[in-house]
T-cell receptor, first 113, second 110 residues
């Protein structure tokens, strides 16, 4: 299965600022996915990122708040913009990997103060 | 996308089999059932997945009912390291949109 590296692993940010999370995969993949996991909750898909096209956002998530870049087949970034304490969550990227379903990164634990 | 329903928690004795149920009565014909687990808020770890046939790998077995409305994940010999939140997830194999349920907190006790 693919190996995913996410950076940063955690951060504490001031409200009103933005944080960019990076996701690097050790193989080329067509689709990359970004999830949010709020404290004590399950995972919710934010958007799907395809290389060479705009990301597709799920209901409740907008590009202005969560802009995504996908410059090549091994890399993507998710930015959490104009943060508020309600954005405190774990953010995870994921890719589909052959017979092993979908592989997830270790996540970025974000705390907004 | 199908919604999955799981019990919120269950306990299991070390060395015994753990049977984790999941209901997915609205699953469509092209949606798979995936199982993941998450330990201490790390990234979810893939366990197993299937479409309609029962599946087995080195970690677990997946039993899917004939009508595909429910399934059971079986951990044959639970260890303390199997303590985690287990998610039953539905999704197609091609589009990649996974619908996570609320998960079952499994606690394995000595």
């Amino acid at each position: 299965s693919a190996v995913i590296s996410q950076k940063p692993s955690r951060d504490i940010c001031q409200r009103g600022t933005s944080l960019t999370i990076q996701c690097q995969v050790d193989s080329q993949v067509t689709m990359m996915f970004w999830y949010r996991q709020q404290p004590g909750q399950s995972l919710t898909l934010i958007a799907t990122a395809n290389q060479g096209s705009e990301a597709t956002y799920e209901s409740g998530f907008v590009i202005d708040k969560f802009p995504i870049s996908r410059p090549n087949l091994t890399f993507s970034t998710l930015t959490v913009s104009n943060m508020s304490p309600e954005d405190s969550s774990i953010y995870l990227c994921s890719v589909r990997t052959g017979n092993y379903g979908y592989t997830f990164g270790s996540g970025t634990r974000l705390t907004v103060v | 996308d199908a919604k999955t329903t799981q019990p919120p928690s269950m306990d299991c004795a070390e060395g015994r089999a753990a049977n984790l149920p999941c209901n997915h009565s609205t699953i469509s014909g092209n949606e798979y059932v995936y199982w993941y687990r998450q330990i201490h808020s790390q990234g979810p770890q893939y366990i197993i997945h299937g479409l309609k046939n029962n599946e087995t790998n080195e970690m677990a077995s997946l039993i899917i009912t004939e009508d595909r409305k429910s399934s059971t994940l079986i951990l044959p010999h639970a260890t303390l390291r199997d303590t985690a939140v287990y998610y039953c997830v539905s999704g197609t194999d091609s589009w990649g949109k996974l619908q996570f349920g609320a998960g079952t907190q499994v606690v394995v006790t000595p």
